[in-house]
């Protein structure tokens, strides 16, 4: 009974609860300073209840290679991982490659 999934009923490895919840979030992506002048990368609506953030920060963190926490609904990356022409790694790239639509993620 531990291998059914709340929301949908399936087994967990066919569930497919966090792909749909991927597609229909309004993802922002900003860059903040914080004391002393150091930089963060702030990326804000992704809901806490419906995907598995602490993988994402995971990934996000390790592709990135930063550090990163999750604070008050909001993932904080150190660094400006903000996408510029040229760069191979940035935060948009790799939520595209993680699920989310390209079309939600906005840049600020």
Do not use: W
């Amino acid at each position: 009974m531990n291998n059914i999934c709340n929301k949908c009923g399936l087994p967990k490895d066919l569930c497919v609860c966090e792909d749909i919840a991927k597609e229909s979030q309004t993802i922002v992506i900003r860059s903040i300073k914080k004391k002393f002048g150091k930089v963060y990368t702030v990326v804000d609506g992704i809901n806490a209840k419906e995907i598995d953030v602490k993988e994402l920060l995971k990934k996000l963190k390790n592709r990135l290679s930063c550090g990163g926490s999750f604070k008050e609904g909001k993932l904080e990356l150190q660094g400006d991982h903000m996408p510029k022409a040229g760069k191979p790694n940035d935060v948009r790239r790799v939520l595209i490659e993680s699920g989310f639509a390209p079309e939600t993620i906005v840049v600020k």
